[in-house]
């Protein structure tokens, strides 16, 4: 067993050293790896990773795959040569909004038909606008020739209506989803979550934004106008077909599907036009596994207000921010500063061009945004109270685990009682190729990020979140409290790593 293991350690650690050859830093871990401390556990766990079996197609996805977070696919630039497409904006009529899931065609290319999926339209979905202390009925239905779940991502909701694995709608099947929002302004999204299918349907295009308001985000000045200076924006990386299509299965990585063309808001080679005025960007990154880290391509600051679920307690300066799949940013752009020969543009990490923005200096509105716009605290209390759930994140392709195990819908992995705060500690443990980060993801609550390595978080992360981004080796603690009822997936959020298994079930009793 020890040679077969020693070869496959061999075998494996070539691929990936090849595949991770632009990171010299990945590589001198790989090579200064030792093994001989592995623990019995860390034996299996490595025995269960035998790749002597694997096709070549499979080892090619490795080595694209694994290596793809230090040196990823790149991505093409966008041309700007179509305006972003703006969901529609769609509001409660008698506390009911109808989302529909189907499936249909749309004109990704132009003169060519794409097979997509979408709410409520064929490509992508609306943005729900909800406000805190409403009752709402979400009036769901599925018309898609196959199973599928609606999951909002983010929302404070009764268990039952999660849209998590258990809550499966069969073809033609409808749901009504009631519940009082009872969280603070904030952005959020729906998408599904059926086991085996949710990378798949996400990536034709199964994805909406929401958006709660409440009192006191009216107050605060922000750029508010939709689609004039308050615009929803999702970045997903897709590989297309000679044809044009979508292929998730001859696209799919076990380590996370990426691919050379980047959609916005589905927009293909997409341009914003703003006014010379201050402009709110509420930014998801609703990719299955690339993580994209934003920038203005001449180095100019902008304003983050808003995390995954609320505002900061102030604006925070910022140069570039990056968010791992699931997460969100709202961020202010001040483009009074610019005129129509600027040529401005948001950018990744490696300066691709992601959105160019043409200036209308016709639209010019100066606002004075609030300085003081939120109350979140981690309090002293919070900060000194015992960790109670441990939790180790370990892998990578199909053996993905948390604790050890893989998903399984009829265990409950932990319970927690409703209402009260529990600190949840969270270990990324390295594999032999040093590991990947991991977007960690808690459905049904908003928590707060009490350290990471023992130290203060960033300003860009001290605000309500529902995903974190957690990296080889950090240990993340998080104070989490269910405000209501019922059984919540908590996993990473690189969908194929969720499909694998890296998930399991907390319930709130
Ligand atoms: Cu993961």
Redesign the pocket.
Known sequence: MKSKLLITTLLVGTVIIGGCSASSSESDKNETMDHSNMTDEEMANMEGMDHSNMTEEEMANMDNGHASHTNPLPLNNSTGENELALPPLLEPKDGIVDIIAQQGSTEIFKGIQTKTYGYNGSFLGPVIKITEGEKVTFRTKNDLSEPTTFHWHGVEIPGEGDGGPHQILKPGESEDVKFTVSQGASTLWFHPHPVGATAEQVYKGLAGFIYVEDENSKKLGLPSQYGENDFPIVFQDRQFTEEKQFDYQAALNED?TIGDTLLVNGTLNPKLTVGKEKVRLRLLNGANARNYTFKLNKGDTFQQIATDGGFLNKPTTLREITLTPGERAEIIVDFSKFDSKSNIALVNEVDTILLPFEIDEQKANSTKISKSLNDFAVTDEERNLPVTKKLE?FGMGKI?TINGKQFDMNRIDFTQKQGETEIWEIYNKPDMMGG?T??FHIHGTQFKVVSIDGEEPPASLQGWKDTVSIEPDQTVKLAVKFPNKGIYMFH?H?LE?EENG?MGQVEAI
């Open positions: 996370g994140l993905v990947m991991h977007p990473c690189i790593h890296m």
